[in-house]
């Protein structure tokens, strides 16, 4: 991927992100979906800010269960999520993983917060063997600093001097717990205490987390070292479908800074009507395969286990 990229393509980017985040909510309330589902509505910035500077024949991402933007962001295949997470057949695990289980060419979801990052440990200790060139990033949330096994790793990463890149999205709340209520101290110092670089921003400008982002992938990509980018956000919409116990009113605030808002205003209204014209056709083609690809698990007549 590249990451020179005009307004109007981030703009896109990000738009494609957040039509078929909103679709699966209204997928997932008429029973369309297999398992549950997380949005990243508010958080789109940060997927496609940070991926476009990664490269995916030899960068590996990692992610947790509020996934699809990263993994649109990094493969743009709309129709292998949508049908995963529908149980079809054609979907990126075959419609058996679902969006906590993703597993598709150097990209790779897992429910459980803490436990991807030993994966990711791993994965950067083998390929700085292996290649010497490869960045591997991984995302994890504000929630995921209280599990033991983060500081294990930061520990190892820093120690072996390991490309791996830890962005913590923070959006200040763990499922129904504010930060404030679980995380002490300085989130960015906790890192650092292992001698891992480290900074953090508070910016839901895609254009700002870009050159953000750009920075902390040149350097692990260089010094095949660790850096662990914080990125304060916002979680617009509940933690899965309706599990929001936040005040309204603080929610209908931190609307103000969705980055699509924030960086619609430098790209023309004919050329953003145009490019949001464009992306729900797309959606509602891709919508249309992935209800015509088989359910997982019957045979294409609708009976018996296929093998």
Known sequence: MTADVTPAELYR??????????????????????GTTHTCIGQEANAVGVIAHLDRERDIVVSNHRCHGHYIAFHDDLFGLLAEVMGRVDGVCSGKGGSQHLCAGNFYTNGVQGSIV?????????????NGDTVVCVFIGDGTLGQGVVYECLNM??????????VVEDNRIAQTTPRRLAVAGDIGARATAFGVESGAHATTDVRDVLDVAGMAVEYVRREQ??????????????HSKSDD????????A??????????????PDSERVQLEAAAEAELADVVAAAERSPVAGLSASGIGATS
Not at 13 to 34: H, S, Y
Not at 225 to 238: G, I, W
Not at 246 to 252: G, K
Request: hydrophobic fraction near 55%; aromatic fraction near 6%; glycine fraction near 2%.
């Open 13 to 34: 980017r990000m738009f494609r992100i957040r039509l078929l985040e909103e679709r699966l909510l209204d997928l997932f309330a008429t029973g369309a979906l297999v």
């Open 118 to 130: 030993p994966l990711a440990t791993g994965m950067a200790m083998a390929e700085k063997r292996i």
């Open 157 to 166: 990463v820093s120690l072996w001097s390991l490309p791996l890149l830890v």
């Open 225 to 238: 070292a660790p850096y662990f980018l914080v990125l304060e956000t916002h979680r617009l919409r509940a």
């Open 245 to 252: 116990t936040r005040d309204p009113v603080e929610v209908a």
């Open 254 to 267: 931190m609307a103000a800074d969705d980055p699509l808002l924030v960086l619609a205003p430098s790209i």
